[in-house]
């Protein structure tokens, strides 16, 4: 049996690219304006509750000053994204990759389990017991795929401005144009720190294994 489905190894190198341009070509959107709102309207610097720092050029797409090129690189690639995450829920549903391996059990949330699980990590001991992925893992994966992704795609319709007038429940939902701003660029330096930590463990656990897997899906180990 493979350790990683087909659908689950296509859709995350899709996933890891469109979310790498989906990230820079954003930071080109922010320079445009640097000022995060709640609510509805922001335009004062002194009501804003954040104030962006300027991103330079090497970090973002494309690298010189451009909103017009940067919004064509973020839609055509946040509608790249978004279907691919609607093809790999279903696939995952339908193989049951969500329920073996994402779902968490009852036992998994005692605090003595959790414990352990943070202890293990620390001694770099990344062992998943009888499952593919420990409880941590399990967790981060789970708040990423039904919590930071969605966000990422509904507080994106909401501020797009050539999807607002289909979905402007969504702003209402959302608390107002700059709250779903806002929400966005929380959510997207919450994926870009779980991407950091996802590369380190990556390193840390036998980057040349990890990595052979995710193209040719390895082997499940019977005798775990």
């Not at 610097?45 to 451009?66: E, H, K, Q």
């Amino acid at each position: 049996m493979k350790r990683h489905a087909l659908s689950t190894r296509i859709w995350h190198w899709i996933n890891a690219l469109s979310l790498i341009l989906l990230f820079m070509s954003g930071l080109n959107i922010s320079n445009a304006h640097r000022n995060l709102y709640w609510g509805d309207w922001g335009f004062d610097p002194r009501t804003a509750w954040l104030r962006v720092p300027r991103f330079p050029g090497w970090a973002t797409i494309p690298d010189y000053y451009s909103l017009a090129a940067a919004r064509d690189w973020h839609v055509v690639f946040a509608w790249v994204f978004a279907l691919s995450l609607l093809l790999f829920m279903l696939a995952a549903l339908l193989n049951g990759h969500f329920r073996r391996d994402i779902a968490t059990r009852r036992r998994e949330w005692r605090p003595s389990a959790i414990g352990a699980d943070i202890r293990a990590h620390l001694r770099f001991d990344f062992h998943h017991g009888n499952g593919k992925y420990n409880f941590l893992q399990k967790a981060s994966y789970g708040a990423v795929l039904f919590i930071l992704l969605p966000l990422m795609i509904f507080t994106g319709w909401a501020i797009s401005p050539g999807m607002d007038p289909a979905v402007i429940w969504l702003l209402d939902l959302l608390g107002g144009r700059q709250s779903a701003r806002s929400i966005h660029f929380i959510c997207a330096w919450l994926l870009f720190a779980f991407f950091v930590v996802h590369v380190l463990l990556v390193l840390l656990s036998g980057p040349a294994k990890q990595l052979r897997e995710m193209i040719t899906g390895g082997r499940v180990d019977e005798k775990a």
